[in-house]
């Protein structure tokens, strides 16, 4: 790892810890992965749920995941059902602003 990857990492530590749901959804990838840190499934989930709690569909999607895989987790086709689903209710959502009809 170079210095500025350290860097790198370290700043998505901090932001992580400091409630950046994007943050936390890449640490949680890095610890799924095993890259820059030991793999260990455990703190990938905790971190995904952390983001998933603020939204994050892929945080949702990746938590859903790992229960339906029993990664980190136990297997739980239920709670991997809620999270999967989740990232797919959200993306069918209309924007918050509204749809705009237009007729001419």
Not at 7 to 22: Q, R
Request: with cysteine; glycine share 10%; hydrophobic share 40%.
């Amino acid at each position: 790892m170079t210095e500025s990857d350290a860097n790198s990492f370290e700043k998505i530590v901090a932001d992580a810890h400091s409630g950046d749901a994007l943050a936390q959804a890449l640490l949680g990838y890095c610890y799924a992965n095993g890259e820059d840190v030991p793999k260990d499934e455990v703190q990938a989930v905790f971190w995904w749920r952390k983001a998933a709690e603020q939204g994050l569909a892929a945080a949702q999607f990746r938590l859903g995941l790992a229960y339906r895989q029993g990664a980190g987790v136990p297997k739980d086709a239920a709670q991997a059902c809620f999270g999967t689903g989740r990232r797919q209710n959200r993306e069918m959502q209309p924007p918050s602003s509204g749809w705009v009809l237009r007729t001419t």
